[in-house]
């Protein structure tokens, strides 16, 4: 098993918070014996920043199964979004475009998450998720019904039951994917922050019946910053480092805007970004 020591930016796309020790496993029994020591599971980092903790993190990279069958798409947890966007194009199917732009992204961390865009999610697709149990370290799968049922808005079971292993998802036919894949990136530039910038992608979930970035922005906070963090100017949501940002700067960030938001609107914000 291979472990390393990774700065926050090689983990996480924002880069707060500090280096952490992270094992590679590359087996099952590897990855098994991890999880009952309680360590948590990162994907790409694309919507996760690191606290200032030692806690050493895992990485499921080796989960790089990718099955076609009957109409079905199985991705293991370690496929980046990208290589299935590329594949997408490849074999010509519908399925993450409306994902496209999301930089270093993982099918683990996008089902985790039930990640969506353009009123679009993850589990409008998946036909099945096998998963690891943490405290037994059986495999075990939700079907379509289970899913149905336990996923969420930014909602699912994980990681407090177990680890993403692999997922099915149901695919179909479709002709100018790359045009359609090339449309979402326009569309997410024309609305949120360049992928050149260090950003976590959505701070807050939206709540009920409002647009957390539009509360943000009524409350005056587009383009407020606390020492090298702010949100962005370009979408009030966006959380975006502008160069050494701490972690403590983030949690001060974060807690002046709940508290301005709930204030003015109340309205509860709740966050979307991960903290490990």
């Known amino acids: 098993m291979k472990v390393k020591i990774l700065k926050p930016e090689e983990i996480t796309t924002i880069g707060v918070g500090a280096p952490r020790k992270v094992y590679f496993p590359e087996n099952l029994r590897e990855l098994r014996s ?9 994907g790409g980092g694309s919507n996760s920043v690191l606290s200032d903790s030692k ?7 080796f989960l790089k199964e990718i099955r076609f069958e009957d109409g079905k798409l199985t991705l293991g947890a370690g496929v980046k979004l990208s290589q299935v966007l590329k594949l ?9 475009e409306f994902l496209a732009g999301i930089p270093r992204a993982t099918v683990g961390g996008i089902v985790a998450q039930n990640a969506g865009a353009f009123g679009r999610e993850v589990k409008e697709f998946l036909e099945s998720v096998t998963y690891m149990e943490k405290k037994t370290g059986e495999l075990l799968t939700f079907k379509r019904e ?14 407090e039951i177990g680890t993403v292993i692999f997922a099915t998802f149901r695919i179909k036919p479709a002709k100018n994917v790359k045009e359609k894949i090339e449309e979402f990136v326009k569309l997410r530039l024309s609305k949120q922050p360049p992928f050149y910038l260090k950003t976590a992608g959505s701070t807050f979930k939206n709540p009920p019946d409002y647009s957390a970035g539009k509360l943000l922005d009524e ?6 910053g606390i020492g090298d963090i702010s949100f962005s100017n370009i979408h009030a949501n966006f959380t975006v480092n502008k160069g050494k940002a701490s972690f403590s700067e983030f949690l001060e960030l974060i807690s002046l805007a709940r508290n301005k938001v709930k204030k003015l609107f109340h309205v509860e914000l709740e966050l979307e970004i991960k903290i490990f």
């Open 34 to 42: 991890l999880l009952k020591e309680n360590l948590p599971v990162i």
């Open 55 to 61: 806690l050493p993190l895992i990485s499921t990279t």
């Open 146 to 159: 289970e899913i149905e049922k336990l996923f969420g808005y930014r909602k699912t079971p994980f990681p």
């Open 88 to 96: 997408q194009q490849k074999e010509k199917f519908s399925l993450f």
């Open 219 to 224: 409350a005056g906070l587009k383009g407020f």
